[in-house]
């Protein structure tokens, strides 16, 4: 298909006008106009452009891309080694990031929801981002917090007592440890995110709501990839997912 019209679609289907995002969103670096090969990733690092490139990737399409607001707008060193090298192979490189956040279906949070049986019953928080909605059956936080290891593959950290009841859950995929107040103020049992700061601690202490930080990284792996399928089904596009592991 044409680069034009994947980015099209993209835009359309990720409603990528609707938010206020800390980079753009859509085609960062710009490759060969025909694609059939799209490889995806959490982030646009130099090992896996290199992956995608040794694939044969047209198109590279990531959750975390360049250009970052307040970030040196000079493409020099790591930014300029890493675009050269989609330049030299002309690969393209798509990045969205809330809007991939977002999303009712393919995004990171409904994924994640899905993923942990959590049954969503509405958003909160800047531009509607995180989700909270309610487990099945109530687990103790310790039961929680070990299938939240399983599911991600990566031992989370866990704030709260572990024999505490969980039934009410508010989630936000990556650094979302601000939302915790927001969170709280929910009426929920446990707020799930990627990352944690050090008043966090004292917040789950005080109010009784445990906190788990799972992994930025691991909380975005969900919604990338099943973009991708999407993309691959829809359009017979090739489609490989190039994971990197990230303890953070």
């Not at 025909?34 to 896996?48: E, L, N, Y």
């Not at 959750?63 to 607001?69: E, K, Q, S, V």
């Not at 109530?138 to 039961?143: D, I, K, S």
């Not at 399983?150 to 650094?175: D, M, N, Y």
């Amino acid at each position: 298909m044409k680069l034009i019209e994947l980015l099209n679609y993209n835009a359309s289907l990720l409603k990528i006008d609707q938010f206020r995002d800390y980079s753009p969103n859509g085609m960062q670096v710009e490759g060969r106009p025909d694609v059939s090969r799209i490889a995806t990733a959490v982030t646009a690092s130099q090992s896996v452009i290199d992956e995608a490139v040794a694939w044969g990737a047209d198109a590279l399409l990531v959750h975390h891309g360049y250009f970052w607001r307040n970030e040196d707008a000079c493409v020099a060193g790591i930014k300029k080694k890493r675009i050269a090298q989609l330049l030299k192979h002309d690969v393209s490189l798509l990045a969205y990031h809330l809007p991939l956040d977002a999303h009712a279906e393919l995004g990171n949070n409904a994924q994640l929801g899905r993923l942990l049986g959590l049954a969503e019953q509405g958003r909160f928080g800047e531009q509607s981002i995180a989700c909270q909605g309610v487990l099945a059956c109530p687990v103790t936080l310790a039961q929680f917090a070990h299938s939240v290891g399983q599911h991600l593959q990566r031992t989370p950290q866990v704030f709260g007592e572990g024999e505490k009841l969980i039934r009410r859950v508010a989630w936000c995929s990556g650094g979302a440890q601000g939302y915790f107040e927001a969170a709280i103020a929910q009426g929920v049992d446990v707020f799930l995110t990627g990352e944690i700061s050090e008043q966090v601690y004292h917040l789950a202490h005080e109010t009784g709501v445990a906190f788990i930080a799972a992994g930025h990284h691991a909380t975005e792996r969900l919604g990338v990839q099943v973009l991708g399928e999407h993309l691959a089904e829809k359009f017979s596009l090739e489609h490989r997912f190039f994971d990197q592991d990230n303890p953070i």
